[in-house]
């Protein structure tokens, strides 16, 4: 049946999955490389992927996978915080310039904002201690 959808029906489905907790962020990225071979130009796709990479602990290709997102917009603050958290997840630097970007996106727009919040809240529902995402969230709210 997957075969018939469109990727953006996989990517609407999945997303629904995703949020309804019917699918684990290992069942999920399948349909996400799916997706993101089908749409490479999809920047949403690869920063989702980069971010069930991340809560499965696979920070060098949520790097990768939140690389080809920012090429694609590089002012996307969810896909800025993905490249963030896979750097200090393996000790790259360069960390500090995309948290910045994040910060001034999230600042300029309270829809991103809020976008940003609630994908925090996700985060730490699913991976309570996640370091990484922690140490963000404190440079991005931090007056």
Same mark, same amino acid.
């Given at each position: 049946?997957?075969?018939? =959808?469109?990727?953006?029906? =996989? ?24 997706? !993101? ?10 920063? !989702? &992927?980069?971010? &069930?990479?991340? =809560? ?6 949520? =790097? ?33 310039? /995309? ?13 991103? /904002? ?24 404190? &440079?991005?709210?931090?007056?």
């Amino acid at each position: 049946m997957a075969e018939t =959808l469109t990727p953006a029906e =996989l990517f609407d489905n999945a997303i629904k999955d995703y949020q309804a907790g019917e699918k684990s962020p290992a069942q999920l990225i399948p349909i996400f490389v799916d997706v !993101c071979n089908r749409s490479p130009k999809l920047d949403s796709a690869w920063t !989702c &992927l980069s971010w &069930l990479y991340l =809560l499965e602990n696979k920070p060098q290709l949520a =790097l990768k996978a939140a690389q080809k997102s920012m090429k694609i917009d590089p002012f996307d603050a969810q896909t800025r915080i993905n490249l963030a958290a896979a750097m200090l997840e393996i000790k790259q630097s360069g960390v500090r310039e /995309h948290i910045e970007m994040a910060k001034s996106l999230v600042e300029a727009a309270p829809e991103v /904002h809020d976008q940003v919040v609630t994908n925090f809240k996700d985060g730490f529902t699913r991976k309570p201690d996640w370091a990484s995402l922690k140490r963000i969230e404190k &440079l991005i709210f931090e007056d």
